[in-house]
């Protein structure tokens, strides 16, 4: 089960995370992310558990974080046109 939704562009890489399952801690960079249709799922890397989650981002919310400076959100929109 999902623990806690997270910001696609909201630097969750950097944050501290932890399975309560096993009890693994570290940061969002070393979870394991399975994509799937409309959601993306961090995995802990030592029991596959789901840690936390999230909806992929929209165009809008890759525009807004590349306006904030994010610069992952501007590769994002040069890799994800609008038609």
Do not use: K
């Amino acid at each position: 089960m999902v623990r806690f939704t997270v910001d696609y562009f909201g630097g969750w890489r950097e944050e501290d995370f932890l399975c309560r399952e096993c009890g693994w801690q570290g940061v969002g960079s070393l979870l394991t992310p399975r994509i799937g249709a409309a959601l993306f799922v961090l995995e802990c890397p030592r029991c596959r558990s789901a840690v936390a989650g999230g909806s992929h981002p929209t165009h809008e919310d890759a525009q807004e974080a590349a306006e904030r400076g994010n610069a992952e959100a501007v590769q994002w929109l040069r890799r994800h046109p609008r038609s």
